[in-house]
């Protein structure tokens, strides 16, 4: 148990359905992260926020959607999504973007298929 | 561009002991970790190093080089619950993380 959890664990969707996934951190920490990870390929940052601010978006498609209402909370808005898009989806928090060691904590992930 | 090389999967032997490579080009350097991921389960973090040397905790140790782009984990004392795949990743000029895609250890009895 990482103090991040995430629901649903696990989405079956229709390119056509509109589904959000959700992070909730129990750590007090101010920074949020969105990551895709796909088999055999690196982790993707997809988004960050900081302080509710998002700070990076790494040229990600707009059917991905965040929103960040406060700094335990984080959501992950999908729609018209893409075969391509099934993966795991792991959100993260850490105390800090920048200095000392940050280390991020992990939740679960969302196991998203996409028919 | 940026890139974080590790292999791709390892094998050992229980009681052994494993050293896991990774080599990194990034866009400045703030720190490497090492994080832990078993097969349906999230990251943990193992180790952080930010100076040149050896980071021990245990039965694993870390190891930076910044000037030749380099760490080495090493796992000692091997236990089948170490089958895992193993994640290095850079934090950049940005402080942004750039992970490898990760080493599959697989642990024999």
């Known amino acids: 148990e990482t103090g991040v959890t995430q629901t649903p664990r696990h989405l079956v969707m229709g390119m056509t359905n509109k589904k959000s996934l959700k992070c909730e951190q129990h750590?007090?920490?101010?920074?949020m992260y969105w990551y895709k990870q796909s088999a055999k390929k690196p982790l993707e940052l997809m988004f960050v926020?900081?302080?509710?601010?998002?700070?990076e978006n790494n040229s990600v498609p707009s059917r991905f959607s965040p929103e960040c209402p406060n700094s335990s909370h984080l959501f992950l808005h999908l729609h018209t999504l893409q075969p391509e898009d099934s993966a795991l989806y792991l959100c993260?928090?850490?105390?800090?973007?920048?200095?000392?060691?940050?280390?991020?904590?992990f939740g679960p992930g969302t196991r998203l298929t996409v028919t | 561009g940026q890139n974080i090389d590790q292999p791709t999967e390892m094998t050992a032997t229980e009681g052994a002991i494993v050293q896991i490579n990774c080599t990194y080009q990034?866009?400045?350097?703030?720190?490497l970790f090492w994080y832990q991921q078993h097969a349906g389960e999230a990251p943990t973090f193992l180790s952080y190093n930010v100076l040149d040397g050896l980071e021990e905790k245990g039965r694993f140790s870390s190891f930076l080089s910044r000037s030749k782009g380099y760490s080495y984990l090493l796992l000692k004392e091997l236990q089948m619950k170490d089958s895992a795949s193993y994640l290095c990743a850079v934090r950049d000029s940005n402080y942004q993380l750039i992970w490898g895609a990760g080493t599959k250890l697989i642990i024999k009895p």
């Open positions: 750590l007090g920490h101010n920074a």
């Open positions: 926020y900081n302080f509710k601010e998002q700070t």
């Open positions: 993260a928090s850490s105390q800090g973007l920048a200095g000392e060691s940050y280390e991020q904590y």
């Open positions: 990034t866009s400045g350097f703030n720190g």
